[in-house]
């Protein structure tokens, strides 16, 4: 028996959202998807295993839309997983299992989110200056947290081209009491990262010794380390992963980088690009700050 209409519709439409990247934060992306599994939970089934055909396939569709997020890849089998290690005699029971799961993965994404962002703050002494790159809710809860504590902050910030998230990143440190922001276009960073104290990345995911993030982050610290400019990257730790995932780059439409036809030329669109760690200089999560050697 097919998953009724109205749950498949909204898994597919969450799942499209994910894809468009209308929710920008990694983490925030996870918990989305996470979210979205609650469609199942009011549902009619046959049977248990029928139930949970279900939900496999729609967690599947959920981490195809993004397979570049480890946190979406981790959290979404971490319910699955308790599902298919359960022994449930009705269908109501493996879905008030479901539940469960949902709320305490999400609780977990979201404590280790503000954990990892009060660690990070420990870096930005008062009249810090950094540089940061693309959107991150955790990279700005730090800033926020830093600020809050009486540190004045400076931050240059890329527009993180061709979607411009960094602009959005900008109009949220405006509104940060002792934050002073400067939009800057990428190809300026390399310009500005002598004057800065630190570079401050998101991630959307680390899979052994490579950090996957938005594309600009491997030539921002790839100058930095010339300049002797501490990198940190900031983040969850179930962003991190070391098997069972193959991150996929994406390449966006051309008409995100113009608008008009391109003609005798080709266009390269690609949403991330691959720093190796050794360039970094620490990772901060909720578990801490971890030195790279």
């Not at 949403?271 to 578990?287: F, G, R, S, W």
């Given at each position: 028996?097919?998953?009724?209409?109205?749950?498949?519709?909204?898994?597919?439409?969450?799942?499209?959202?994910?894809?468009?990247?209308?929710?920008?934060?990694?983490?925030?992306?996870?918990?989305?998807?996470?979210?979205?599994?609650?469609?199942?939970?009011?549902?009619?089934?046959?049977?248990?295993?029928?139930?949970?055909?279900?939900?496999?396939?729609?967690?599947?569709?959920?981490?195809?839309?993004?397979?570049?997020?480890?946190?979406?890849?981790?959290?979404?089998?971490?319910?699955?997983?308790?599902?298919?290690?359960?022994?449930?005699?009705?269908?109501?029971?493996?879905?008030?299992?479901?539940?469960?799961?949902?709320?305490?993965?999400?609780?977990?994404?979201?404590?280790?989110?503000?954990e990892a962002a009060a660690n990070a703050a420990e870096l930005l002494a008062d009249r810090t200056t950094v540089l940061m790159h693309d959107y991150s809710s955790t990279v700005l809860e730090?800033?926020?947290?830093?600020a809050r504590g009486g540190n004045h902050i400076d931050v240059y910030v890329t527009e993180a081209r061709p979607r411009f998230f960094g602009r959005k990143t900008a109009r949220r440190l405006?509104?940060?009491?002792?934050?002073?922001?400067?939009?800057?276009?990428?190809?300026?960073?390399?310009?500005?990262?002598?004057?800065?104290?630190?570079?401050?990345?998101?991630?959307?995911?680390?899979?052994?010794?490579?950090?996957?993030?938005?594309?600009?982050?491997?030539?921002?610290?790839?100058?930095?380390?010339?300049?002797?400019?501490?990198?940190?990257?900031?983040?969850?730790?179930?962003?991190?992963?070391?098997?069972g995932f193959v991150f996929e780059n994406e390449f966006r439409s051309s008409t995100e980088v113009m608008r008009e036809p391109a003609e005798g030329f080709s266009i390269s669109n690609p949403?991330?690009?691959?720093?190796?760690?050794?360039?970094?200089?620490?990772?901060?999560?909720?578990?801490?700050?971890?030195?790279?050697?």
């Open positions: 028996m097919p998953l009724p209409v109205d749950v498949a519709v909204m898994i597919d439409e969450t799942a499209e959202e994910i894809r468009e990247m209308q929710t920008h934060s990694s983490s925030i992306v996870a918990i989305k998807a996470a979210d979205a599994l609650r469609e199942l939970l009011d549902r009619e089934f046959a049977t248990v295993e029928e139930y949970v055909r279900g939900l496999q396939r729609n967690s599947s569709a959920l981490r195809r839309a993004q397979p570049s997020h480890a946190s979406l890849h981790n959290t979404q089998r971490e319910i699955v997983s308790r599902i298919e290690a359960g022994d449930f005699d009705t269908i109501e029971a493996a879905q008030a299992e479901t539940a469960a799961a949902i709320d305490e993965v999400i609780e977990g994404v979201e404590n280790a989110k503000h730090a800033i926020e947290i830093a405006a509104e940060i009491d002792r934050v002073d922001a400067t939009l800057i276009v990428d190809s300026a960073a390399g310009h500005h990262l002598d004057a800065c104290d630190r570079v401050l990345f998101g991630m959307s995911s680390i899979v052994e010794d490579t950090l996957y993030n938005r594309v600009g982050t491997y030539p921002i610290t790839a100058t930095a380390a010339e300049l002797a400019v501490p990198v940190s990257v900031v983040g969850a730790s179930e962003k991190r992963i070391d098997e949403a991330y690009d691959e720093t190796p760690t050794h360039l970094l200089t620490n990772v901060v999560t909720e578990e801490g700050i971890e030195k790279i050697d």
